[in-house]
């Protein structure tokens, strides 16, 4: 099922993607 692979990919690579963004939004607004 290649398909599924791709999908199973792209679902990990969004959640990593969603941690970078929350650090970065987490350290911009608090001014730490």
């Known amino acids: 099922m290649?398909?599924?692979r791709?999908?199973?990919d792209?679902?990990?690579g969004f959640?990593?993607?969603r941690a970078?963004?929350?650090v970065v939004v987490?350290?911009?607004g608090?001014?730490?």
């Open 26 to 28: 987490e350290t911009t």
């Open 10 to 12: 792209t679902c990990v």
């Open 30 to 32: 608090r001014g730490h």
């Open 2 to 4: 290649v398909r599924y």
């Open 6 to 8: 791709e999908l199973h």
């Open 20 to 22: 970078m963004f929350r």
């Open 15 to 17: 959640e990593e993607l």
